[in-house]
């Protein structure tokens, strides 16, 4: 039996993944996590075989949770299934070890497929994904710029970023600074939205 956890903060979406995998014989989801916080957490006290999970969630996204996974070596094999076909998010996921980059309007099927396939070992990547992963432009933030312009892309200001992940307002800026730089826009917002629609964020 093939022991999986869903990591979607769409409550509708997650119930309906878990409900057609729970057609399959040979599977068994054992727990729905609502973010990556709680998905890690999840994976860490079960040891699933497969952790399925959505990119964009609140409190870590899908590409930390993945990443986190590999840090603590944990069994589990991770399976992306997202709505974004975006280069940048499928270069990160394959350099955090994922087996599995799957588009969420796959047939169910092809889903299941994909689950029997990674845990058997192999991997398996949606051939329109594939082809983004080739051609899209590289990605040239750093994982702390990359985290700093995604709270400001939230609307929070210097002070609040410095306050939320332990640094100076000043080093908050130079992050800031250098992101707008290596991304040659004007401002912060535009830094934002590049990043965001290259799936660098």
């Known amino acids: 039996m093939i022991r999986i956890v869903i990591a979607e903060d769409h409550a509708l979406v997650s119930g309906a993944l878990a409900a057609l995998l729970r057609f399959e014989p040979d599977m068994q989801v054992i727990s729905l996590a609502s973010n990556g916080q709680q998905a890690l ?62 588009l969420k309007d796959s047939p169910s099927d092809s889903l299941a497929a994909a689950i029997r396939t990674v845990q058997s070992g192999g991997r398996v990547i949606a051939p329109e994904l594939a082809m983004e992963g080739w051609n899209g432009p590289h990605d040239p933030l750093s994982e702390r710029e990359r985290q700093v312009l995604r709270l400001a892309g939230s609307g929070a200001g210097n002070a609040d970023i410095a306050r939320q992940i332990h640094l100076s307002e000043g080093t908050v800026r130079n992050y800031l600074s250098d992101a707008i730089g290596k991304l040659h826009v004007r401002n912060r917002g535009e830094a934002y939205r590049i990043a965001s629609d290259a799936g660098w964020l």
């Open 41 to 102: 957490e999840v994976c860490q006290q079960e040891c699933p075989d497969i952790l399925l999970t959505d990119i964009e969630m609140p409190v870590m996204t899908g590409l930390e949770l993945a990443a986190s996974i590999a840090e603590q070596s944990l069994p589990c094999k991770v399976i992306m299934l997202t709505t974004f076909a975006r280069a940048g998010y499928l270069r990160r996921a394959t350099a955090s070890g994922v087996r599995g980059y799957m």
